[in-house]
């Protein structure tokens, strides 16, 4: 089996120069690549046991959401407490309509901005997932590896890049890149 570019023609006259890739060729490389990445292991683990600590913290982003939330509960509060005024005693119905849009405006917005925080807490979440798995997986992985392993290809490894002048270089999931 071969990889190559998946750009390499789309466009007729001016193809990708990177080569194509046999797949033992990679399957070797990672294992170069791993075991450069495994003689730092421990300097390694600190970096991302740091990393760990100080980027993918969400308490900030939980505060905001739970401000936002808080706001949502007062402008819902504000809505239901128009409703029942409008249902018990005469209003001007131009006036109580221009109101409540306003307040429905901004719970809306104040809901977009919630749901924001709530997907950057969610890829914080992920990104500390896979980060810890990183590290546990370098724990464990003690000794050099001989051969490819698929469970550290895909534990460990976050993408690769091929150059044109067949360089290999393998970004892992702490954010580091080896060339092998």
């Known amino acids: 089996m071969i990889w190559r570019c998946n ?29 450069k990445l495994l003689n ?9 046991e740091e990393a760990l600590a100080k980027n993918l913290d ?17 402008l819902n509060d504000a809505m239901q407490q128009m409703i029942q ?22 719970f809306n917005e104040t809901e977009a901005k919630k ?3 709530d997907k950057e807490i969610q890829s914080v979440h992920d990104r500390r997932v896979a980060m810890e798995q990183f590290i546990k997986n370098l724990k464990t992985q003690n000794t050099k590896v001989t051969e490819f392993n698929e469970n ?10 091929a150059y044109s002048s067949g360089k290999l270089v393998f970004r892992f999931k702490n954010d580091s890149e080896i060339e092998a």
Request: proline share 3%; aromatic share 8%; hydrophobic share 35%.
């Open 85 to 106: 005024q409008n249902a018990t005693m005469p209003l001007d119905q131009n006036l109580y309509r221009i109101r409540y849009d306003e307040i429905c405006q901004k």
């Open 115 to 117: 749901n924001i925080a």
């Open 152 to 161: 550290l290809w895909y534990c460990l490894l976050d993408y690769i890049t």
């Open 7 to 35: 750009q390499k023609y789309i466009t007729p006259d001016k193809k990708c120069s990177t080569p194509y890739l046999d797949e033992n060729q990679i399957k070797s490389r990672f294992t170069i690549a791993v075991n």
């Open 58 to 74: 969400t308490s900030a982003l939980e505060q905001k959401r739970k401000e936002l939330l808080m706001e949502m509960t007062k």
């Open 40 to 48: 730092g292991s421990i300097g390694v683990i600190e970096a991302c």
